[in-house]
């Protein structure tokens, strides 16, 4: 699982303001500081975490549990 979320990070899929939003969850930003943060709505970083974790390959059962995966990946995957 580690492999492919990896490969999906290096693989482009992802769009950049994805990884932003991915980047400011690794720095433990709330949805609404995220949002502050891009100067966008609440609503709008909801959908860009679940469109990147559906291209992650989570789904919204999971969703807990793969944002805390896919943060740990991402960190892991910067350095």
Do not use: C, W
């Not at 909801?46 to 789904?59: D, M, Q, T, W, Y």
């Amino acid at each position: 699982m580690k492999d492919q979320i990896l490969d999906e990070l290096k693989g482009g899929r992802s769009s950049p303001r994805e990884l932003q939003v991915l980047g400011l969850m690794a720095k433990a930003h709330s949805n609404r500081a995220i949002a502050e943060a891009l100067f966008i709505q609440p609503r709008t970083v909801e959908h860009r975490i679940s469109s990147v974790l559906a291209k992650l390959g989570f789904n919204s059962n999971g969703e807990r549990h793969g944002r805390v995966f896919a943060i740990l990946t991402y960190l892991e995957s910067t350095g």
